[in-house]
């Protein structure tokens, strides 16, 4: 079974720095792409930066810039370096497969920015 632990996160001022770390288990994050996904208090759960298993990425527009997703397939490990925080990158941090084929979720990791 899939298995992921974040970490990470923490409470930051707006224009300070955090890297997110995800440890992954199990082939299917290895072939898929895969992801860092943000949840707010509610709204859904959306995908803010992803990575194919080639290291092709993509970002949400107002990430653009900002944060950087990386992976390392053969220490099963992905992370997402995030410079410039703003307050509205406040939430619940998840990584997972892009689209969420595991069927599970981590623990996340909150990240909190102050103004």
């Known amino acids: 079974q899939a298995q992921v632990v974040e970490s990470g996160g923490g409470l930051v001022q707006a224009g300070g720095s955090l890297r997110l770390s995800c440890t992954f288990s199990?082939?299917?994050?290895?072939?898929?792409?895969a992801g860092w996904y943000r949840q707010t208090p509610g709204k859904q759960r959306d995908v803010v930066a992803d990575?194919?298993?080639?290291?092709?990425?993509r970002y949400l527009d107002s990430v653009k810039g900002r944060f950087t997703i990386s992976r390392d397939n053969a220490k099963n490990i992905m992370a997402l370096q995030m410079n410039s925080l703003r307050p509205e990158d406040t939430g619940i941090y998840y990584c997972?497969?892009?689209?969420?084929?595991?069927?599970?979720w981590g623990q996340g990791t909150q990240v909190t920015v102050s103004s």
């Open positions: 990575i194919t298993s080639d290291g092709s990425a």
């Open positions: 199990g082939a299917i994050f290895r072939l898929n792409r």
């Open positions: 997972n497969t892009v689209p969420n084929w595991t069927g599970t």
